[in-house]
C-alpha cells in the first residue's frame, strides 16, 4: 500500500467578500484561491512561488486551519482541515516572515513558553524543548531578553524555534526570509537545509528564486490564486523542459524562419553577438537546431534557463520577481 501524502489539496477555492460602506450585503468579492490541486509528499521540501497577492499565504493559512477553504478538500498529515483541525494542528508548525507571529514584549523564553503551552506542552517537557531549541538556533544568551530588542534576523530564529516547538512533522514557511539581510537569509537557508535533511516535510512560499532553487526539491508556480504548471515538477526536470539555442553569424532570413517555428516563444540578441532562440519544448529546440545547421550555421551553444527565467516564463510578464 502506497503511503498517502502530507499534503493533499484537491480544488481548493477562497474568495474573501467585501462589503463597501453602509451597503447591507457583500458586493465584491476577491477570489485568493481557484480551483488549487497541489500535492506535496513526506520528507519533501515544496517551494511555492508566486508574485505578491498570489495567494500564498491564504493557502498557508488553509493549511494551518487559521482559514476555512470557500469550496474543495485539504488533507494535512490524513486529518482534513474542516473536519478534524486539531489533529492536523497537532502535526503542523509555522513560520511567518516579517513581523507576524511574535510577542515583543516578551523574552524569546517567554513567546516559546507561550506557544508551547498552546501545544500543550508543559513543565520539563516544555523547559528541555526550550532549551534544546534556543541551543540549536544559537539564542540562549539572549533568551531572557526582550524579541522586540533583537534583529530581524534572531527573530527570524525565534519563529523557528516556535514552529518546531511541538515536534511537527510538516512545517509551512511563509515568506520566511522576508525583510532578512542576505547574511540572515542565508543561515535561515542553512537551517532550513538542517530540517530537511532531519526529513521534516516543508511547504515553503517565497518569490524569492534563488531561494526556492537552494533549498527546493519541487516547486509550483502560483498566479492570481491559480496553480499555473499543474504537474509540480523537480527544479532540474523543469529546467530541462525550457531550453535555450544560441547561435552566432544568423542572417536575417535565417532568423526570420527560426522564430516561426512552432514552440519557439521568444528571440533576443545577446551582448556577444550571439542570437539566442527560446524554445518550449524539446521537439522545438531540436527543430531550431536542425533549421540552423541547414542554414549553415556552425556556431551553436544551448543552454538550459534559470529559475527565474522560467518563473518569468509562467508569470507572462515581469512581476514581483526578486533574485538576490
Ligand atoms: N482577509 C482578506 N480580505 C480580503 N482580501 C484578502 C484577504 N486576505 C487576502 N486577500 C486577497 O487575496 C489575494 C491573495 O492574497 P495572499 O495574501 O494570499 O497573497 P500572497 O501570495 O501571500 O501575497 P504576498 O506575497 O503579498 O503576501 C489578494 O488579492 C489579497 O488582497
Not at 34 to 46: A, F, K, M, P, T
Not at 65 to 75: D, E, N, R, Y
Not at 161 to 190: K, M
Not at 212 to 234: H, K, M, W, Y
Request: charged share 25%; aromatic share 4%.
Amino acid at each position: 500500500m502506497t503511503e498517502s501524502p502530507c499534503i493533499e489539496i484537491e480544488g481548493l477555492t477562497r474568495t474573501f467578500s467585501h462589503r463597501i460602506f453602509l451597503a447591507r450585503r457583500p458586493i465584491t468579492g476577491t477570489i485568493a484561491l481557484d480551483h488549487v490541486n497541489l500535492i506535496v509528499e513526506y520528507g519533501e521540501v515544496h517551494g511555492l512561488l508566486g508574485p505578491n497577492g498570489a495567494g500564498k499565504t491564504t493557502l498557508c493559512k488553509i493549511l494551518a486551519t487559521i482559514l476555512l477553504p470557500t469550496a474543495g478538500t485539504v488533507t494535512v498529515c490524513g486529518s482534513d482541515v474542516v473536519t478534524d483541525p486539531r489533529a492536523v494542528r497537532r502535526r503542523i508548525g509555522i513560520v511567518l516572515g516579517g513581523d507576524r507571529g511574535l510577542y515583543g514584549r516578551l523574552t524569546a523564553r517567554q513567546n516559546l513558553r507561550h506557544w508551547g503551552a498552546l501545544y500543550g506542552l508543559h513543565g520539563t517537557a516544555l523547559r528541555s524543548r526550550i532549551d534544546e531549541l534556543t541551543e540549536r538556533f544559537g539564542l540562549t544568551t539572549r533568551q531572557h531578553d526582550r524579541v522586540e530588542t533583537f534583529s530581524r534576523g534572531m527573530k527570524q530564529r525565534v519563529h523557528l524555534a516556535r514552529g518546531l516547538i511541538a515536534d511537527p512533522e510538516l512545517l509551512l514557511l511563509d515568506e520566511p526570509t522576508d525583510g532578512l539581510d542576505p547574511v540572515a537569509a542565508t543561515e535561515f537557508r542553512a537551517l532550513v537545509g538542517q530540517l530537511r535533511a532531519e526529513g521534516r516535510t516543508i511547504l515553503l512560499t517565497t518569490h524569492n528564486m534563488a531561494e526556492a532553487e537552494q533549498v527546493c526539491d519541487r516547486v509550483s508556480f502560483i498566479d492570481n490564486g491559480t496553480i499555473l504548471d499543474a504537474d509540480p515538477a523537480t527544479l532540474s526536470a523543469l529546467v530541462s523542459r525550457y531550453e535555450r539555442i544560441d547561435a552566432l553569424g544568423v542572417t536575417e532570413p535565417t532568423r526570420a524562419r527560426v522564430s516561426t517555428i512552432a514552440g519557439v516563444e521568444r528571440v533576443e540578441d545577446l551582448p556577444d553577438g550571439y542570437v539566442r532562440f527560446h524554445a518550449t519544448d524539446r521537439p522545438a529546440a531540436t527543430a531550431v537546431l536542425r533549421a540552423l545547421v541547414d542554414a549553415e550555421v556552425t556556431r551553436i551553444r544551448n543552454s538550459e534557463p534559470s529559475l527565474e527565467e522560467i518563473y518569468l516564463h509562467l508569470m507572462g510578464g515581469q512581476r514581483g520577481m526578486r533574485v538576490d
